[in-house]
């Protein structure tokens, strides 16, 4: 390994570990120390306890980086946090205190890719496979994003209503990988994410699923930020 920072990678809701595949075998390959875990999608608190839990389990100063409802997963961390030097947002939320998921996703049209998704008895959210096909994973190959429907993991309701505490990016330094065609979250509202929160941002031509699509991009954001904090005195900005 190349001696940089360790790189945990967050899942969104409707995915599991996987969607990372070819941004970890591009990490790998350069030499970094990776892990991308499962979560469990019943609670922000239950998703940000097990990144802890993972955080725990590395070997010195951590990127994290994380995808859609995973940026809500990073950013609260807050400001306990003692082993993450860096975070970077790959078409993720990047919410501010105070705010809810929901509340900012009710601010405009209901996006394409959330257009048709239901809720289950045990008040778990899921994805149609249309939806997906079309609108999550556009961009992505037909076949490959009918497997990531099969796989999606459902996300529990409450966590939409789940107010941000302290975001963890007002005291790190972050990236983002703003997806130029994404129809979840929409772009302009990941450049906002990316102004407010100062940080290193770069546009692809990109569906929701970025890191599916564009994997080389993706990787080279995580590798861009694990440099930088390398080359940095250890603490926060």
Not at 61 to 70: C, E, K, L, M
């Amino acid at each position: 390994m190349n001696g940089g920072p360790d790189i945990v990678l967050v899942h969104g809701a409707w995915a599991d570990g996987s969607c990372w595949s070819g941004v970890v075998e591009r990490l790998q390959a350069a030499g970094h120390h990776v892990t991308a875990p499962q979560f469990p999608m019943t609670s922000t608190p239950d998703d940000v306890a097990r990144l802890r839990q993972v955080l725990a389990l590395q070997d010195g100063p951590t990127i994290v980086a994380g995808h859609s409802y995973g940026g809500q997963i990073m950013t609260a961390l807050g400001t306990d946090a003692p082993n993450v030097v860096g975070l970077v947002y790959i078409a993720a939320f990047g919410l501010d205190q105070g705010e809810p998921l929901g509340a900012l996703l009710s601010q405009g049209p209901t996006p394409p890719a959330l257009e048709h998704r239901f809720t289950d008895k045990q008040g778990f959210i899921w994805q149609q496979l249309d939806d997906v096909v079309q609108h999550f994973a556009s961009g992505v190959d037909p076949v490959q994003a009918k497997v990531l429907h099969a796989v999606q993991q459902p996300i529990a309701s409450s966590a939409f209503s789940e107010a941000m505490g302290v975001p963890a990016w007002r005291s790190l330094p972050s990236w983002y990988l703003i997806a130029a065609q994404d129809e979840a979250i929409p772009p302009d509202a990941q450049r906002m994410f990316a102004s407010r929160m100062g940080a290193t941002a770069t546009e692809v031509p990109a569906g929701h699923l970025a890191m599916v699509s564009h994997p080389d991009e993706a990787a080279l954001l995580v590798m861009s930020a694990v440099e930088a904090r390398a080359a940095m005195p250890a603490g926060r900005r």
